[in-house]
């Protein structure tokens, strides 16, 4: 046997030694859901992964609107921006988000994000999922009445 036909044999023995250690060390630490797992899977789980969307991250670009607490009044339609987030090297948490619904009126939303536009109705009661990459954003409301209320919560 030469040695250029050794080489796949030899590469594919190196595969294989790898793959069982890879598999022994998973089982060993708890792969299999074992409670012996040292406290890794819950330290893992722990790690946050998204920060909430406030109403303080929302600058308002263009329009007639007043926030007070967690609430949004927006009279006709206004654009907001999500600023850029994450800090350095975009470290952080890589989403903001939050659900926001609809007390009273019916409006439009607008949201762009990653560079893709999203557009949804919404009436009194309804509510919907925001969510902001670390590039941010925009978001428009549209709102059918005279005014609407809008509510901005933690999302889930």
Not at 4 to 24: D, F, H, N, Q, T
Not at 33 to 59: P, R
Not at 75 to 83: E, K, L, M, N, Y
């Amino acid at each position: 046997m030469g040695e250029i036909s050794r080489k796949p044999v030899i590469a594919a023995i190196v595969c294989a030694a790898v793959a069982l250690l890879v598999w022994g060390l998973g089982f060993g630490l708890g792969a299999g859901g074992n409670s012996h797992a040292g406290g890794w899977q819950e330290k893992l789980s722990a790690i946050q992964t998204s920060q909430t969307l406030t109403l303080e991250d929302l600058s308002l670009q263009e329009g007639s609107c007043s926030k007070s607490g967690s609430s949004l009044t927006v009279q006709g339609a206004c654009t907001f921006a999500v600023a850029k987030f994450g800090g350095s090297f975009d470290l952080g948490p890589p989403t903001k988000e939050a659900t926001l619904g609809v007390l009273g009126g019916a409006v439009e939303l607008k949201a762009q994000t990653e560079g893709v536009w999203a557009t949804q109705d919404l009436g009194a009661g309804d509510q919907t999922h925001l969510t902001f990459g670390t590039s941010g954003g925009l978001l428009t409301v549209l709102c059918a009445a005279i005014s609407c209320t809008l509510v901005l919560a933690p999302g889930s």
